[in-house]
């Protein structure tokens, strides 16, 4: 599709650039399934580490429901980023999904306190990050590169080790014996999803380029099978498991608040709302040449916020905008919001569609791996492309160092603060909350220098 836009259309004046301008049928579905494929493995991700660290069943019928619910409501939020309600939604090209920005802070509450207490903080979060878009505007001073690149960068740093230990094969939660832990052939699995999806992302054009990562795990999962993995009678197994269709459930886990959780998700939630003002300006500039408005702005914050919150209540992660959408929209030249509706409707479809869940639950660990090698990493270097803009004069160096060296060595080591209030400990070992609170104190305190 790429190849037929003309360099006009590319910079944002051609006959798509306008939001309310659908592309005949022919070229607005593919373009659709395109955007779902760019996001979709990142989407469903954040579902199974949360529900990995809560103790949940790998491959069972809770977890394929977290996954129903990540994309189900991964759609719906679209929607309301696309068609908006009222003053909820940009009305522009913005995908959203599950955000990876929370998942340290969820696996964190969910591990130690249960997913009803995760949840039920995603759920105020969620009203908080709405509230937040009457006010974003003059919350973006607290929030420069310097403050946001070392949470994202943070957040990034976190999450590798996740990445390595599914690799190998498993995680102390899904309680895989001593001895494969490690084995050349999860190793193995793992490799052929990174270097499959690297040699599609920069050797190839067009969708197969952006769907580089879901193709790498189905390529890792043909791999999973020859090496003995899994087999065919477990695969059918468990996808015979699982209905056509099903319903939703409101409060699955029940109502549970923490303060410590809250205040957690929150911190990310603004964090969130600023990369969602980034990414509702630079889709207006790369589809449509201009600068995004303040109701656009505002309207994507509020799109947002309720997108967390009705998730929340039925099981799903905060949701967000994704960034390799705007790529999409820049690369396409296509700025139809009606094209990524389409997007949000399958989404929609998938989620309610357990057997869709339950093949993606079904994935081996050393798959997920591969992909969250590639993925957690790409979030670590988005936070060192945001501090890039950033001059690394003395004063800024002592911010990140210190920033970092207390938000990642408290969640290394968490016994440290042992003796801290539930609250706060929760807090201080959540590795994106300590890291964000001395950024943003220090950034305030520390004087400029000449």
Same mark, same amino acid.
């Given at each position: 599709?790429?190849?037929?836009?003309?360099?006009?259309?590319?910079?944002?004046?051609?006959?798509?650039?306008?939001?309310?301008?659908?592309?005949?049928?022919?070229?607005?579905?593919?373009?659709?399934?395109?955007?779902?494929?760019?996001?979709?493995?990142?989407?469903?991700?954040?579902?199974?580490?949360?529900?990995?660290?809560?103790?949940?069943?790998?491959?069972?019928?809770?977890?394929?429901?977290?996954?129903?619910? *990540?994309?189900?409501?991964?759609?719906?939020?679209?929607?309301?980023?696309?068609?908006?309600?009222?003053?909820?939604?940009?009305?522009?090209?913005?995908?959203?999904?599950?955000?990876?920005?929370?998942?340290?802070?969820?696996?964190?509450?969910? @591990?130690?306190?249960?997913?009803?207490?995760?949840?039920? @903080?995603?759920?105020?979060?969620?009203?908080?990050?709405?509230?937040?878009?009457?006010?974003?505007?003059?919350?973006?001073?607290?929030?420069?590169?310097?403050?946001?690149?070392?949470?994202?960068?943070? !957040?990034?740093?976190?999450?590798?080790?996740?990445?390595?230990?599914?690799? *190998?094969?498993? =995680?102390?939660?899904?309680?895989?014996?001593?001895?494969?832990?490690?084995?050349?052939?999860?190793?193995?699995?793992?490799?052929?999803?990174?270097?499959?999806?690297?040699?599609?992302?920069?050797?190839? $054009?067009?969708?197969?380029?952006?769907?580089?990562?879901?193709?790498?795990?189905?390529?890792g999962y043909a791999m999973a099978f020859l090496v003995g993995i899994i087999t065919i009678e477990g695969f059918q197994s468990?996808? &015979? $498991?699982?209905?056509?269709?099903?319903?939703? $459930?409101?409060?699955?886990?029940?109502?549970?608040? &923490?303060?410590?959780?809250?205040? @957690?998700?929150?911190?990310?939630?603004i964090v969130s709302a600023i990369e969602t003002v980034g990414d509702a300006s630079a889709t207006a500039k790369a589809g449509?040449?201009?600068?995004?408005?303040?109701?656009? !702005?505002?309207?994507?914050?509020?799109?947002?916020?309720?997108?967390?919150?009705?998730?929340?209540?039925?099981?799903?992660?905060?949701?967000?905008?994704?960034?390799?959408?705007?790529?999409?929209?820049?690369?396409?030249?296509?700025?139809?919001?009606?094209?990524?509706?389409?997007?949000?409707?399958?989404?929609?479809?998938?989620?309610?569609?357990? $057997?869709?869940?339950?093949?993606?639950?079904?994935?081996?660990?050393?798959?997920?791996?591969?992909?969250? !090698?590639?993925?957690?990493?790409?979030?670590?270097? =988005?936070?060192?492309?945001?501090?890039?803009?950033?001059?690394?004069?003395?004063?800024?160096?002592? !911010?990140?160092?210190?920033?970092?060296?207390?938000?990642?060595?408290?969640?290394?080591?968490?016994?440290?603060?042992?003796?801290?209030?539930?609250?706060?400990?929760?807090?201080?070992?959540?590795?994106?909350?300590?890291?964000?609170?001395?950024?943003?104190?220090?950034?305030?305190?520390?004087?400029?220098?000449?």
């Amino acid at each position: 599709m790429a190849d037929t836009m003309t360099a006009q259309e590319t910079q944002g004046t051609g006959q798509y650039s306008d939001p309310n301008v659908t592309p005949p049928l022919g070229q607005a579905i593919p373009l659709g399934f395109q955007h779902v494929l760019a996001m979709f493995a990142s989407n469903v991700t954040p579902s199974i580490i949360v529900a990995g660290a809560a103790g949940l069943a790998f491959g069972g019928a809770e977890q394929v429901y977290l996954i129903q619910m *990540a994309m189900l409501f991964a759609g719906i939020a679209t929607l309301f980023q696309t068609v908006g309600i009222g003053p909820v939604g940009a009305r522009l090209p913005i995908m959203q999904g599950t955000s990876f920005a929370f998942v340290g802070v969820l696996a964190g509450v969910a @591990a130690t306190q249960g997913l009803s207490v995760a949840l039920t @903080a995603c759920i105020i979060g969620g009203v908080i990050h709405f509230a937040l878009g009457s006010v974003i505007g003059k919350l973006r001073w607290l929030f420069p590169p310097l403050v946001t690149g070392l949470v994202i960068l943070a !957040i990034g740093l976190y999450l590798i080790p996740v990445a390595i230990k599914y690799a *190998a094969g498993g =995680a102390a939660q899904f309680q895989m014996e001593a001895e494969s832990f490690g084995s050349l052939k999860h190793w193995t699995v793992a490799l052929t999803v990174v270097v499959v999806a690297l040699v599609l992302k920069f050797f190839t $054009k067009g969708t197969l380029s952006s769907a580089a990562i879901l193709v790498g795990l189905i390529v890792g999962y043909a791999m999973a099978f020859l090496v003995g993995i899994i087999t065919i009678e477990g695969f059918q197994s468990t996808i &015979s $498991k699982a209905s056509w269709v099903t319903g939703i $459930k409101p409060l699955p886990y029940g109502f549970e608040f &923490s303060l410590g959780a809250v205040i @957690a998700v929150t911190l990310v939630s603004i964090v969130s709302a600023i990369e969602t003002v980034g990414d509702a300006s630079a889709t207006a500039k790369a589809g449509a040449g201009r600068d995004a408005t303040d109701a656009e !702005i505002q309207g994507a914050t509020y799109a947002d916020g309720l997108g967390t919150a009705i998730a929340g209540v039925f099981g799903g992660l905060p949701n967000t905008s994704f960034s390799q959408n705007v790529g999409i929209v820049g690369m396409t030249g296509v700025m139809s919001r009606h094209v990524v509706t389409i997007g949000g409707i399958i989404l929609i479809l998938c989620g309610l569609m357990p $057997k869709v869940g339950a093949v993606i639950a079904s994935m081996p660990l050393p798959v997920l791996g591969g992909g969250v !090698i590639v993925m957690f990493g790409m979030v670590a270097s =988005a936070g060192l492309n945001v501090l890039s803009e950033v001059e690394l004069n003395r004063r800024n160096m002592v !911010i990140i160092a210190v920033s970092l060296a207390v938000g990642l060595g408290l969640n290394l080591v968490p016994t440290a603060v042992q003796y801290l209030p539930g609250v706060v400990k929760t807090l201080m070992t959540s590795a994106v909350a300590p890291t964000a609170l001395c950024a943003i104190v220090l950034n305030l305190v520390l004087p400029h220098e000449d």
